[in-house]
């Protein structure tokens, strides 16, 4: 049985393990992003820890500003409302003759499909606005989705 300091000492060792990796990776994360480091900061008594997180330069630019530098705005957000993706995958269809659900996720900057970029293209489908290549075989393996003209 542990007796109350012998406790009070493990749950430290425990929590102080716990925080260990976290702080070394967000370091690598941060510095592998482009981000500026973190700043750390605590009292004489280290009664309390305070980070701060610096935002990354790009996030708090406008897509006006990023336009300018070359840098696509679609690359930079991550999150993005339905009516957003529909435009950019309108966009990305004229572009681009006919592509695969998985091609149009990786133009817009994602690494895989998402299931509100899945959802847009049905509903898409469903309109009207896109058709597919192969119609008669909605799931074939080298379905392609084009703009209806």
Known sequence: RFNTSEKSRTNKNRIQIGLEPGVPLILSSMKNNGSAPP?????????????????????????????????????????????????????????NEAMSTNEIAIALGYKKLTDTLRQVVSDMIANGEVVYLYPEKPRSKNQKILLNR
Not at 64 to 84: F, G, I
């Open 39 to 95: 700043s750390f900061e605590t009292d004489d008594e280290r009664s309390y820890f305070l980070t701060t997180l610096p935002i990354h330069p790009l996030f708090t630019k406008t897509k006006d500003a990023l336009k300018t530098e070359n840098v696509s705005p679609e690359k930079v957000s991550a999150r993005r409302n339905r009516d957003e993706l529909h435009e950019l995958v309108l966009q990305t269809l004229e572009k």
